[in-house]
Nanobody
Framework: QVQLVESGGGLVQAGGSLRLSCAAT????????MGWFRQAPGKERELVAA????????YNADSVKGRFTISRDNAKNTVYLQMNSLKPEDTAVYYC???????????????????WGQGTQVTVSS
C-alpha cells in the first residue's frame, strides 16, 4: 500500500512555470512506475507523463513534449513534474499515480494504475 500526496499546483499566467511534487509513503516507492495524469472539466483523465522505476524510461504526451519534464528521486520517495511554457489548455486537476505491476514498459490507461493522489489544481490564465 502506498499513499500519494501532490503539491505545487496553483494559478499562473500563460508562459509561466510550475513544479508539481508527489510524495509517497512506504518503503517500496522504487518498485512503482509513476505517472502524472490530468483531467479538465468535461474531459477524460489523460496521461501527461510517466517514468519507469529506475528513471531509464520516460513518456510524455504529444501535447506537452518539449515543455514538461518528469523526474523522480527514489531516495526521497518523490516524483516531480516540471511544467514550462504553460498554456491555458493545460488547465486541469493533476493527479499523481503509481503502477505496481512491475511490468516492463510504461502503461497509459488510468485503470492500469493502482494508487492515486487527491489531485492538485493547475490553472493557466491567458
Amino acid at each position: 500500500q502506498v499513499q500519494l500526496v501532490e503539491s505545487g499546483g496553483g494559478l499562473v499566467q500563460a508562459g509561466g512555470s510550475l513544479r508539481l511534487s508527489c510524495a509517497a509513503t512506504g518503503r517500496t516507492f522504487s518498485n512503482y512506475t509513476m505517472g502524472w495524469f490530468r483531467q479538465a472539466p468535461g474531459k477524460e483523465r489523460e496521461l501527461v507523463a510517466a517514468i519507469s522505476r529506475t528513471s531509464s524510461s520516460t513518456y510524455n504526451a504529444d501535447s506537452v513534449k518539449g515543455r514538461f519534464t518528469i523526474s523522480r528521486d527514489n531516495a526521497k520517495n518523490t516524483v516531480y513534474l516540471q511544467m514550462n511554457s504553460l498554456k491555458p489548455e493545460d488547465t486541469a486537476v493533476y493527479y499523481c499515480a503509481a503502477d505496481r505491476s512491475l511490468r516492463v514498459g510504461i502503461r497509459s490507461r488510468p485503470d492500469e494504475y493502482n494508487y492515486w493522489g487527491q489531485g492538485t489544481q493547475v490553472t493557466v490564465s491567458s
